[in-house]
């Protein structure tokens, strides 16, 4: 299958392309609702035993780094 070949940039378009490592903050209503839920709820409580799969995937997430929202994505 051929690709179509992209057509010339519009008028004012700009051919630099930025590739930075933090994500633009989010549209003002995710920021928002962010902010509500943080302040909803208290900690949620874990049970200690755990489906093997859940385990692994908490343990996982307790390691990783949280972005700027405090959300874990990897």
Do not use: C, F, W
């Not at 008028?11 to 902010?35: D, L, M, N, R, V």
């Not at 093997?52 to 908490?58: E, Q």
Request: proline share 15%; charged share 20%.
């Amino acid at each position: 299958m051929k690709r179509k070949p992209l057509g010339p940039a519009p008028a004012g378009a700009s051919y630099t392309i930025i590739i930075a490592q933090k994500a633009p903050p989010p549209p003002e209503t995710i920021a928002i609702a962010i902010g509500e839920e943080r302040q909803t709820g208290g900690p949620i409580v874990v049970p200690d035993n755990l489906h093997p799969l859940v385990a692994k995937t908490l343990a996982a997430a307790r390691k990783a780094q949280p972005d700027q929202h405090g959300a874990v994505t990897k």
